[in-house]
């Protein structure tokens, strides 16, 4: 800065002889110090200038204000609360004096922003954000009457206004403030688009404190795309930096571990661009706030996956980066602070030890509150979060009532803290008594608070939109409690209160739960709502609640299938050609990573880390690429709706057909059965033992040697069918029953009027069965690896040709000896029915990296999953396609899932390594009965019952031959070709007769 000051000195006598003089000499040169933060030097010539003579009573007020001004600077410039708060007077006094300026002209009003402008700040910088915001708003009322109200200057204290109202706990104001300053920069400072992506830093915060995750992600993606892909700036790089690192604390506070991982390695990526961009005075210091902040992130990320010996190698690590740090730095004592509160939430620390460490972080902040303001709010929020735990109640108390009187205490927090303040009185008060601590909490959340509001008939619409995890635990915990109160004293209206508030529940999840896969958070909120729900309706049961219930459920089941198999179904004609190559070049990229992912694997490399990273964030640039393309140009966009309507089920389902869901709790199986006229529950007590049972019966009729006997607790599965009436049954399972043929529990199925199809959701159901009118006739593709000679490396198939050969006898049929999926994917495109006659191998830990075994090269799952394709059933005539990994939330990832997700209605997939002979025997079949019309569930029961009636071997009939194969999705049939044939036949049949009638009659005549 000196040389500034040697430069002002040598231009100076220039400027003042070049010029005709405007202002006084002595104010020109502080004036000019000023502007180049020269304060100490200014402040000698404003002394200078109120020893200068002959001046008007007005402006000397002037010249004094100049001189508190700057005196005021000075002081701001040497830091420490004290200093500030000095300031901050002679700033006021700056301002009084210019303000008893009677002269309107004299006032100069750009010099009263000035000092307004420097008075709120000093209000800001020592926590009085009440009197800086009154103080902002007088600023910003002074500059609108001088310059126009898109002026720059303008803009920037709309920022302003905003930035203080965040700080006051009123995010909705604050984002008025943004969102109103960000139409100005849109129309008149397109140049300035950098400052409106600055502050949506802090729109994303405000969203954070409201709860809002949905919006909060969408400006963080929005953000993502301007730093990545618009703004092209040099520091482009740094911004992206902070991006990555809000986003992948966002997706490890509510989304996909993997995205988290994937963002901090994209940070990792720029970590060098922005260590070289600092200057050297600060670089070792910043370098080092940077490298500690990013290893909080993963500190944060392994503790969510509970991994927790990373996390306590990377805390250890992070203490050897500040133990020779110096305490002059803010960020410096923060992350001393947060590091002892983060070591204080291992699970092996004893709780003398957490206590010692979140106190010693307490101490810390206390020792530097003076110099750097740290609120201390979270470490006491963290404290008293460990005292709950710990069954310390009186400590909890005593310093609950200390955090309840802080004023920088959030809405969101004070509710949270509410809320556990009155289960730490659970057990001290009476139900009367408890339950006003309930609706007091409640009360905080009411957008009209009103003192009659009723909790049996709270509403989603009624309450603040704070949708977080701990907000909707706690409100779970309280219709628990409700439930809990109803089954000791069988008062109906704790049972009415307990539903509401878990349908709230339910509708606060549905705030929250994005449409992904479910992460560890949203399956056990999922669970415990489930549960709930399902318990109240088994003890108040009725049609109505039924279909609430159900809806609920559904809605709140994991979206990521059903959104799949939607978009994959749909035509995009009206999609312009750039978003369509921009997707096919995404879907290469994926494809290409899951193929070197595979490689990898089975070499057992050591980049598999970094690959997978690049490929999450492929996908999930995929995944918003997509639903961009969804949102604005796809049919089904406007006529579809996102919400499930059991009306709309209802409408599908036809007289002789009931859909069976199936719903497994911790102990309990919730049976709902719906036709197109009624439902019905039914609940079965199954203990804890019942998957157990699942899988060991599922081994024993996968096993063709084995002694069948199906035990008592899996025959109680099928009376819901067996007293249905109905002809066609469709079964909604989840988690293990997947796994399950129930063709096999029902008593004598294979001469039962019972037929039975699978699904994964009613929300998948209902789009497989409306997505296309199957009424052409069959063209089946059939792709095999062994053709003569060439012979599948993966294992020969000794019954394959005998099987193509039964397929063509009835049907229209092409077989293609495939290579690799270039091959593959061309020759889909060509047939509505796919066959697959090959072996696969399945990865139970990276379902799409399970592969369909071509002649040259395997097939990945996961490069199908995006394909498009536009048949109307796939056939996988192979092993073990129905099965795989069970991910919570969304059900098995088999094979047979690709094709579903390329938008595929109907499956027929194997639930086990099945046998070559008799596959064979049962496609040939099944093929006959679709070639004669018949529905493709009813088809396959057909062919199983040729199969087991023929003259085979007693021992040839055992399940493992014939129950695993399954259908699963739309089960409407085919045009039957024999009625083509019919009909050609009448039409060369009718005129022939005719003509030899008239021939015969002529001869006659």
Not at 24 to 45: C, H, M, R, V, W
């Amino acid at each position: 800065m000196y040389y500034l000051r040697y430069l002002f000195i040598c231009l100076f006598p220039i400027l003042v002889f070049s010029q005709e003089r405007v202002l006084p000499t002595n104010t020109f040169k502080a004036d000019s110090l000023d502007k180049i933060g020269e304060y100490e030097a200014s402040l000698k010539y404003r002394s200078l200038a109120l020893e200068e003579y002959g001046h008007t009573s007005s402006y000397v007020k002037y010249l004094k204000a100049k001189w508190h001004y700057t005196k005021s600077c000075v002081l701001e410039t040497k830091g420490g609360k004290k200093n500030i708060l000095e300031g901050l007077e002679h700033s006021k006094d700056a301002y009084n004096l210019v303000e008893s300026i009677v002269s309107e002209q004299d006032k100069k009003q750009l010099f009263r922003h000035q000092i307004l402008n420097r008075i709120y700040h000093q209000y800001g910088y020592t926590g009085q954000w009440p009197e800086a915001l009154i103080e902002a708003k007088k600023d910003y009322e002074v500059l609108r009457d001088t310059l126009p109200e898109h002026h720059i200057k303008v803009l920037h204290i709309l920022d302003d206004l905003g930035f203080i109202c965040n700080k006051l706990d009123n995010p909705e104001k604050s984002n008025d403030y943004y969102e109103y300053s960000y139409g100005m920069y849109k129309q008149y400072h397109p140049e300035n688009l950098k400052d409106v992506y600055l502050n949506y830093y802090r729109i994303i915060n405000n969203h954070r404190k409201l709860g809002l995750k949905n919006e909060e992600f969408k400006l963080l993606e929005e953000s993502e795309n301007f730093w990545v892909n618009i703004y092209n700036e040099d520091d482009s790089f740094f911004q992206q930096f902070i991006i990555y690192s809000e986003l992948a604390n966002w997706h490890i506070n509510y989304g996909n571990q993997e995205l988290a991982k994937s963002y901090l390695f994209k940070k990792e990526e720029l970590f060098d661009s922005v260590a070289n961009s600092r200057k050297k005075t600060e670089k070792v210091a910043l370098v080092k706030r940077e490298r500690v902040q990013m290893n909080e992130s993963y500190i944060k990320l392994y503790l969510k996956n509970k991994d927790y010996s990373n996390a306590k190698h990377v805390i250890d690590k992070t203490k050897e980066i500040l133990k020779d740090s110096l305490d002059k730095y803010r960020w410096n004592i923060e992350s001393k602070a947060n590091l002892k509160l983060t070591e204080a939430q291992l699970p092996n620390i004893e709780f003398k030890t957490a206590e010692n460490l979140i106190v010693d972080a307490l101490v810390l902040l206390e020792e530097y509150s003076e110099r750097y303001f740290i609120s201390p709010l979270k470490f006491q929020i963290a404290l008293f979060d460990l005292y709950v735990n710990h069954k310390e109640i009186d400590k909890a108390l005593k310093l609950l009532d200390v955090i309840l009187t802080n004023d920088e205490l959030t809405k969101h927090d004070k509710l949270n803290l509410l809320f556990k303040k009155s289960f730490l009185l659970r057990e001290s008060l009476t139900n009367d008594q408890l339950e006003l601590q309930f609706k007091s909490a409640f009360f905080s959340l009411l957008k009209n608070p009103s003192s009659s509001f009723d909790l049996a008939d709270i509403q989603i619409d009624d309450l603040y939109e704070f949708y977080t995890f701990d907000i909707l635990n706690n409100i779970i915990e309280v219709a628990n409690q409700y439930l809990n109160w109803y089954q000791e004293s069988s008062n109906k209206a704790h049972l009415t209160v307990a539903n509401n508030i878990f349908k709230l529940s339910s509708d606060f999840f549905y705030r929250i739960y994005k449409g992904d896969a479910f992460n560890d958070n949203l399956y056990r909120s999922f669970s415990m709502i489930q549960e709930g729900l399902l318990k109240c309706t088994s003890l108040q049961p009725s049609t109505a609640l039924f279909e609430t219930i159900i809806e609920a459920i559904e809605n709140n089941s994991s979206n990521l299938e059903w959104s799949r198999f939607l978009y994959g179904s749909q035509a995009k004609i009206n999609v312009p050609d750039s978003l369509l190559l921009a997707e096919e070049k995404l879907k290469s990229l994926v494809n290409y990573y899951q193929k070197r992912i595979y490689e990898e694997k089975v070499s057992e490399s050591t980049q598999l880390d970094s690959l997978n990273l690049h490929l999450t964030d492929l996908k999930n640039q995929l995944r918003r690429h997509q639903n961009y393309i969804s949102d604005n140009f796809i049919q089904y966009a406007s006529s579809s709706k996102n919400v499930f309507d059991l009306k709309d089920l209802k409408h599908q389902i036809h007289d002789d057909e009931a859909v069976i869901k199936y719903i497994l709790t911790q102990e309990d199986l919730y049976v709902f059965t719906v036709t197109n006229s009624q439902i019905d529950l039914q609940k079965i007590h199954v203990g804890d033992n019942f998957p157990n049972e699942i899988k060991n019966f599922v081994n024993t009729i996968s096993t063709f040697n084995s002694q069948v006997s199906i035990p008592d607790i899996l025959k109680r599965l099928v009376n819901p069918i067996t007293v249905t009436n109905k002809k066609h049954i469709v079964i909604i399972h989840s988690g293990l029953l997947n796994l399950l043929p129930f063709e096999v529990l029902l008593p004598n199925y294979l001469n039962s009027n019972s037929v039975l199809s699978y699904s994964s959701s009613l929300k998948t159901y209902l789009e497989q069965t409306k997505v296309r009118n199957i009424d052409n006739q069959m063209d089946v593709g059939i792709f095999i690896a062994q053709n003569g000679n060439n012979l599948n490396q993966k294992g020969f198939l000794p019954e394959l040709t005998r099987e193509i050969s039964g397929i063509k006898e009835h049907v229209h049929a092409t077989d293609y000896y495939i290579k690799n999926r270039k091959d593959l994917i061309k020759q889909m495109q060509s047939h509505n029915v796919l066959h697959f006659g090959i072996h696969t191998t399945i990865d139970e830990d990276s379902p799409e990296l399970s592969v369909l075994n071509f002649a040259e090269d395997g097939v990945l799952i996961g490069s199908l999953y995006n394909a498009n394709l536009k048949a109307d059933l796939a056939v996988l005539s192979a092993c073990e396609t129905g099965t795989g990994n069970i991910i919570k939330g969304e059900g098995i990832q088999s094979i047979s899932k690709a094709f579903t997700y390329s938008g595929i209605p109907s499956t027929v997939m194997s639930l086990w390594k099945v046998d070559d002979k008799a596959t064979a025997t049962l496609m040939t079949s099944f093929y006959k009965y679709l070639n004669d019309g018949k529905p493709k569930d009813l088809a396959l029961k057909l062919a199983k019952k040729d199969y087991v009636n023929s003259n085979i071997d007693e021992e040839l009939k055992h399940p493992y031959y014939w129950s695993g194969f399954v259908v699963s999705g739309n089960t409407k049939p085919f045009k039957s070709q024999k009625t083509y044939s019919l009909l050609w036949l009448l039409i060369l049949i009718v005129p022939t007769m005719a003509l030899l009638y008239y021939r015969k009659s002529k001869i006659r005549a």
